[in-house]
């Protein structure tokens, strides 16, 4: 087995990964986690449709798990939301 960088495309980019190539048939393995890891990103990267719901006089918009786990955040993190122009809502851990 080699170490060698395999190119996964995205729409139009491409994301390099380390894999394992088996130098007898030319098949190559990849970092399951690392590959993981990348498909969740390029998924996310599209953007996550969610509902508003409402508790009490505030609105509530769910954080889905998948988004949860790739960024690490748990219950009792603080975040901060931050209006962008008329139509944007950007909410950053921290
Ligand atoms: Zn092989």
Redesign the pocket.
């Known amino acids: 087995m080699k170490k060698e960088k395999v190119r996964l495309r995205f729409g139009e980019s491409y994301v390099e990964v380390e894999g394992l190539r088996?130098?007898?048939?030319?098949?190559t393995l990849l970092d399951p986690e690392k590959t993981q890891r990348i498909l969740l990103l390029n998924k996310l990267l599209k953007g996550v449709r969610v509902k508003v719901g409402s508790l009490g006089k505030s609105l509530i918009i769910r954080i889905p798990a998948d988004v949860r786990d790739f960024l690490g955040l748990a219950k009792g993190d603080e975040v901060v939301i931050r209006i962008s122009g008329d139509e944007k809502l950007i909410v950053e851990k921290g």
């Open positions: 088996c130098e007898k048939c030319g098949e």
